[in-house]
């Protein structure tokens, strides 16, 4: 099993970013999955930052990037999106997707429930 997560870069300010996450070679379909992104810097934990449910019905955010970034998923590609407006300099960070098997009509935004992780995209955002 296997997530890539791609988009990362540096950016001003204000500006946007879209990441993505590609799955391949999950034995179940991609939907049989919920997601997450989380982000974490150096000395810091790592916090949840979206996650999405199996059918993207349900969607979950932090409360320090609600109204800015906008999860979505692309079932038929197996692609999960993180589309990030108004970025701030505190959104620097390595961003992550993340796997569950799940059929739940929610997500969770706690780490510790997932089991599959990709490796990871950077991004700063320069003010």
């Known amino acids: 099993e296997q997530l890539a997560e791609s988009g990362g870069g540096l950016v001003q300010a204000g500006g946007s970013l879209r990441l993505s996450c590609t799955a391949s070679?999950?034995?179940?379909?991609?939907?049989?999955?919920?997601m997450g992104w989380f982000r974490q810097t150096s000395g810091k934990e790592r916090e949840g930052v979206s996650c999405i449910s199996w059918s993207g019905s349900s969607t979950h955010y932090a409360e320090s990037v609600k109204d800015r970034f906008t999860v979505s998923r692309d079932n038929a590609n197996n692609i999960l999106h993180l589309q990030m407006t108004s970025l701030k300099p505190e959104d620097t960070a390595f961003y992550y997707c993340a796997a569950t098997p799940s059929n739940g009509a929610s997500c969770s935004m706690d780490g510790d429930d997932f089991e599959y992780w990709g490796k990871g995209t950077q991004v700063t955002v320069s003010s």
């Open positions: 070679g999950f034995v179940a379909d991609f939907d049989d999955y919920a």
